[in-house]
């Protein structure tokens, strides 16, 4: 069974920093890009982060780069997303997806695999 199970998330305070996991089963991880996402309600889902299929490279959005950074551990089949400084704003929907892709890209449409999301929720 192909899953993609994120963890991590919750209720916390601006100024925070919160660290989510996203384990994968059943599906080949290593040498696939892996990304994160977030939608908040009424919008779309909003690229986050990428790493290359062997974690060598990363990228990440222009908007989220001084506070986000990813990682991999291909060993336990999970990547991870330290976020920093969090902020209102930050309050949505994290997922991870697996990329049909080597290199680190930031389309919906370049993932084939996605979880069903962990909820972070940031107070003012």
Known sequence: ?????????????????????????????????????RQAPGREREFLCSISGNGDSTYCDDSVKDRFAISRDDADNTIALQINNLKPEDTAVYYCARSIRWVEVAEVYEYDYWGQGTQVTVSS
């Open 1 to 37: 069974q192909v899953r993609l199970v994120e963890s991590g998330g919750g209720l916390v305070q601006a100024g925070d920093s919160l660290t989510l996991a996203c384990t994968a089963s059943g599906i080949t991880f290593t040498n696939r890009a892996m990304g994160w996402f």
